[in-house]
């Protein structure tokens, strides 16, 4: 059974970096056949995908958010990583990392809150 | 970028009523559409893919059906667990294409 587990600050600054990652238990990234994927969810609304990584470190980007996000993957430690620079109140949201299986997600972290705010 | 819309936004029913949600896309995304069921404070959880099928351990009340633009969800006999928020997804221009899911309908108690 795949978990994923999302950690990092659940508070950042304006203008800052928010940067989470995701561990992943029960299968490998490197074993290929799956995209893992950041998702998140603003207070009460509605979801949005961020991006995804493939274990060779391919990646695609939301192209709404593609000029700040960074998605990287460390095959070493079975974790990927999500950094989103100049964040404002906007940003504010749920934020869940998860496995892509042809396209759907399969395999969703149990979501952790970032709130923007100084 | 293919928009989701969903219909209706909230569906107020009774348990063991059926339930019929809509899911429109802005230009054909083929069969490449999923549906997600999301309880408050829970992740999503996949329930159909690829338009008609059913993702591993889902019901049989739960089915899918269309292609091109238009996409059903129904929900033939409700439970109680199943009062939630359903989303759909589109993966159509992946990969190397990301994906988009639909704003939600909610499915609450009569």
């Known amino acids: 059974q795949v978990q994923l587990q999302e950690s990092g600050p659940g508070l950042v600054k304006p203008s800052q970096t928010l940067s989470l990652t995701c561990t992943v238990s029960?299968?490998?990234?490197?074993?290929?056949?799956?995209?893992w994927s950041w998702i998140r969810q603003h207070p009460g609304k509605g979801l949005e995908w961020i991006g995804y990584?493939?274990?060779?470190?391919?990646?695609y980007y939301n192209p709404s958010l593609k000029s700040r996000v960074t998605i990287s993957v460390d095959t070493s430690k079975n974790q990927f990583s999500l950094k989103l620079s100049s964040v404002t109140a906007a940003d504010t949201a749920v934020y869940y990392c998860?496995?892509?299986?042809?396209?759907?997600?399969?395999?969703w972290g149990q979501g952790t809150l970032v709130t923007v705010s100084s | 970028e293919i928009v989701l819309t969903q219909s209706p936004a909230t569906l107020s029913l009774s348990p063991g009523e059926r339930a019929t949600l809509s899911c429109r896309a802005s230009q054909s995304v083929s069969s490449y559409l999923a549906w997600y069921q999301q309880k408050p404070g829970q992740a999503p959880r996949l329930l159909i893919y690829?338009?008609?099928n059913r993702a591993t351990g889902i019901p049989a009340r739960f089915s899918g059906s269309g292609s091109g633009t238009d996409f059903t969800l129904t929900i033939s006999s409700l439970e109680p667990e199943d009062f939630a928020v359903y989303y759909c997804q589109q993966r159509s221009n992946w990969p190397p294409g990301g994906f988009t899911f639909g704003p939600g309908t909610k499915v609450d108690i009569k």
């Open positions: 029960g299968g490998s990234i490197s074993s290929g056949g799956y995209y």
């Open positions: 690829d338009a008609s």
């Open positions: 990584i493939y274990y060779s470190g391919s990646t």
């Open positions: 998860a496995r892509e299986n042809t396209g759907y997600v399969d395999y």
